[in-house]
Nanobody, 126 residues
Framework: QVQLVESGGGLVQAGGSLRLSCAAS????????MGWFRQAPGREREFVAA??????????YYPDSVKGRFTISRDNAKNTVYLQMNSLKPEDTAVYYC?????????????????WGPGTQVTVSS
């Protein structure tokens, strides 16, 4: 079992930055691939970023919509994954969710993930 709790959301102006954190419980954190998803009002949850487990080389994945602006990283010693978000746009406004999975090779799919945090709100004003 893994419990996830996000933090770091808030209100920021367009062009600004935020860093989200996701603290995980459990001693096997480094064995999980970690992902970030987001859901805007009236829209489906969408993939934002993923980082493979440590044995998988810590490879990162992003959709084109955030590539070059968002960076995912993990600190296994702190059981924490981060999402650094730069050059934020109003369309980045959403609830951001952290998720953990093991055993899948498709890190972009919501259904690959086994554990989810409650989410943190990010609002980007124009």
């Amino acid at each position: 079992q893994v419990q996830l709790v996000e933090s770091g959301g808030g209100l920021v102006q367009a062009g600004g930055s935020l860093r989200l954190s996701c603290a995980a419980s459990g001693r096997t954190f480094k064995s999980y691939a970690m992902g970030w998803f987001r859901q805007a009002p009236g829209r489906e949850r969408e993939f934002v970023a993923a980082i493979t487990w440590s044995g998988g080389g810590g490879m990162t994945y992003y959709p084109d919509s955030v590539k070059g602006r968002f960076t995912i990283s993990r600190d296994n010693a702190k059981n924490t994954v981060y999402l650094q978000m730069n050059s934020l746009k109003p369309e980045d406004t959403a609830v951001y969710y952290c998720a953990a999975e093991v055993g899948s090779s498709d890190y972009t799919r919501e259904t690959s993930y086994d554990y989810w945090g409650p989410g943190t709100q990010v609002t980007v004003s124009s």
